[in-house]
């Protein structure tokens, strides 16, 4: 059973910095997909970035530039750095997983795809 734990979350003024953590385990390690989702009161769920097995990244257009994720083998752990904060970014940010790659994904960044989830961590930017 994969198991995720979000942390990092926080509340910021527009133009900071906040990097977020996803501890994972009991995954392969191999053939995945990690990923950070969002979603802001009465939105979808929407992929923000997504790294894979064979360290290949997507972005979502409004936060290409801006958001950096990785994923740290050694620990475990999944980030995603995220700088120049916008207002727009304010959302519950959650981690997950897929047992498929980007490259069977296509490159989208689809909710359905992934089979687990963290609990979320809240990130607030305000002026």
């Known amino acids: 059973e994969v198991q995720l734990v979000e942390s990092g979350g926080g509340s910021v003024h527009t133009g900071g910095s906040l990097r977020l953590s996803c501890a994972a385990s009991?995954?392969?390690?191999?053939?995945?997909?990690m990923a950070w989702f969002r979603q802001a009161p009465g939105k979808e769920r929407e992929g923000v970035a997504g790294?894979?097995?064979?360290?290949?990244?997507t972005y979502a257009d409004s936060v290409k530039g801006r958001f950096v994720i990785s994923l740290d083998n050694a620990k475990n752990t999944l980030y995603l750095e995220m700088n120049s904060l916008e207002i727009e970014d304010t959302a519950m940010y959650y981690c997950?997983?897929?047992?498929?790659?980007?490259?069977?994904?296509?490159?989208?960044?689809?909710?359905?795809?992934?089979?687990?989830w963290g609990q979320g961590t809240q990130v607030t930017v305000s002026s």
């Open positions: 997950a997983h897929s047992d498929v790659t980007l490259w069977t994904m296509n490159g989208v960044l689809d909710r359905h795809t992934f089979d687990s």
């Open positions: 009991g995954y392969t390690p191999s053939n995945y997909c």
């Open positions: 790294i894979d097995s064979d360290a290949t990244t």
